[in-house]
């Protein structure tokens, strides 16, 4: 049985990278990614849980993870089983950040989010923009914010990556998107 969740665990990660490899760091939609990807200073916590009472406990535990291992830029927290739908995912995300600041967090981390279902507000479902934020699992992902602050500084016009992200996701179109995360998905399939 432990080998079967290693290896599911592996498999995540792996589609997790994939998809990292592929859309975030190849389009460039974040372009501060490929040096933590190459440098191989991103954790990834593959997370079992359905249950958002148990989902917090981790993310904090995560954070404090991160906070004690330096050598870390970031952790991917992956919900391979929980957090399918958008809505549900999106209530994690908001208790999430509110207990980064209870927590005594606020300042030293900040939340980015990713999902199959990602859905900007306002925005039609299908629209290409979307596929910036969507993910092979439904993911939190925790920023040092002294290390963003410092890239930022010195990334010319940073402000405008949003708006170029989605000049691409327009010009890409929703099919590539869509066929890259299906072709991830089915290579990556727990078995």
């Known amino acids: 049985m432990t080998l079967e969740k290693n290896s599911n665990k592996q498999s995540e990660i ?28 991103i954790h990834y916590y ?19 993870y991160l906070q004690a291992h330096e050598e870390l830029e ?11 739908g958008f809505d549900r995912y999106l209530d994690l995300v908001d208790y999430a950040n509110d207990l980064l600041i209870e927590s005594g967090f606020e300042g030293i981390f900040q939340i980015a989010s990713m999902h ?22 439904p993911i939190i992902h925790i920023i040092r914010e002294a290390s963003m602050s410092r890239v930022l500084s010195v990334y010319r016009e940073p402000e405008k ?28 399939r727990s078995k």
């Open 74 to 84: 970031t952790t991917l927290i992956v919900y391979s089983d929980g957090f399918r």
């Open 116 to 137: 199959p279902e990602y859905c900007f507000d306002g925005e039609d479902y299908d629209d290409a923009a979307n596929f910036t934020n969507r993910s092979p699992y």
């Open 14 to 41: 792996l589609a997790t990278k994939e998809w990292l490899s592929e859309i975030i760091i190849n389009l460039n939609i974040c372009p501060f990614a490929k040096k933590e990807f190459v440098n191989n200073t």
């Open 161 to 188: 990556i949003p708006e170029n992200n989605i000049k691409l996701a327009h010009e890409k179109g929703a099919n590539f998107f869509q066929q890259v995360l299906t072709r991830i998905h089915d290579n990556h």
């Open 46 to 64: 593959i997370s079992k849980t359905e249950q958002v009472k148990t989902a917090l406990h981790e993310f904090i535990e995560q954070c404090r």
